[in-house]
């Protein structure tokens, strides 16, 4: 007997491994290093993360519409920023604004030991939820709030990432980095997105740009 649900969950049918193959290609292609990222982009079933219509583009490297306005992150920016957090990472627990559809989320999770993460739809955040559980994914924390904020409760976190851009970094999530922790977020006016990392340094934060991005903003309040 054909189990479907397994079989969905491994994207047979939808796209085959050569598609997969090629937007790993591509990635490598355009500088991404890290092969537990590369391999990750290659196990997560992008197409699940979707609409339906769009399954046929979703291992193509561009970002796509999830609805209320919000877009899947192109697979190039969630694996540079996955790569950057995790370069020299030697903490376990990750804070991250703006879970989406969890795409990001997905591919991050089992790299590290656990992920809190916030976002404020309430519709994406229930769809996701149940989402990253069909995929097995289960050391993700799931809160409806307002990423300006954090998450006081479970910090501090040794990385924070942030898939929705500001013209300045949140104070608040600085002061929820751990000692040693980085923060990856986009940051300047649309049009003019970089691309930051922050380390928290015993006497100061160090600031780093990672080249030019394009993010939906991060909005104030909920
Ligand atoms: N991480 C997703 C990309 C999500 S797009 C992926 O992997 O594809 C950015 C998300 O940030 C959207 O879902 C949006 O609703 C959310 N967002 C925007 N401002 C926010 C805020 N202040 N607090 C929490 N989430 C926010």
Request: hydrophobic residues 40%; contains cysteine.
């Amino acid at each position: 007997m054909i189990d479907t649900r397994s079989a969905s969950k491994r994207g047979i049918g939808m796209t085959s491994a050569r598609t997969r193959d090629r937007l790993v290609r591509r990635l490598k292609d355009n500088g991404i290093r890290s092969s537990a990222v590369l391999e990750q982009i290659r196990n997560v079933p992008r197409h699940l993360f979707v609409d339906e219509a769009l399954a046929s583009r979703a291992y193509e490297d561009t970002a796509l519409p999830i609805g209320h306005g919000q877009t899947i992150s192109q697979p190039w920016v969630v694996a540079r920023m996955t790569e950057a957090l995790l370069d020299g990472f030697e903490g376990q627990r990750v804070l991250e604004i703006g879970t989406g559809c969890g795409y990001q989320t997905a591919v991050l999770a089992p790299l590290v030991k656990e992920i809190f993460t916030v976002e404020r739809i309430p519709e994406l955040l229930r769809k996701t939820k149940q989402r990253l559980r069909d995929l097995d994914i289960y050391n993700v924390r799931f809160r409806l709030g307002d990423g300006w904020q954090g998450w006081p409760k479970y910090g501090p976190y040794d990385g924070i990432i942030v898939a929705a851009a500001a013209d300045e970094l949140p104070q608040k999530l600085l002061e929820q980095l751990a000692p040693n922790g980085r923060l990856i977020m986009p940051v300047g006016p649309p049009g003019r997105q970089r691309l930051i990392m922050v380390k928290r340094l015993p006497e100061h934060f160090e600031e780093v740009s990672l080249g030019a991005v394009s993010f939906v903003p991060l909005v104030k309040g909920m």
